[in-house]
């Protein structure tokens, strides 16, 4: 049986995202292929110095205890894009 992205965010919104909102967080799926799962954080939880831990103890956890045939879940980490811009001018020196 085919794992939909529907029947993961299922588990999501009931088991990972009300421990994420206690952190001012969420989850947001990228993508699902073959058998991978990619996600990304998203508020507080974004770039937080512990998403690594959170996404292998708790979202990984709870996906692949209730769908075995996910092989992997992948933290997809995006850079705030005014934090590169301000990179950028400290960088060039134009502050």
């Known amino acids: 049986m085919e794992i939909t992205i529907q029947q993961i965010e299922a588990i999501l919104d009931t088991k990972v995202r009300p421990a994420l909102a206690e952190h001012n967080g969420d989850v947001i799926i990228q993508s699902l ?3 991978v799962l990619k996600v990304r954080l998203t508020g507080k939880c974004s770039g937080c110095p512990a998403a690594h831990s959170t996404n292998e103890e708790l979202i990984t956890a709870e996906v692949q205890s209730t769908f075995p045939s996910i092989q992997d879940v992948i933290l997809v980490e ?4 005014e934090l590169i811009d301000m990179a950028h001018k400290i960088l060039n ?3």
């Not at 995006?78 to 894009?81: E, F, G, K």
Request: charged residues 30%; glycine residues 0%.
């Open 78 to 81: 995006d850079i705030n894009p």
């Open 33 to 35: 292929e073959d058998h």
């Open 93 to 95: 020196h134009t502050i």
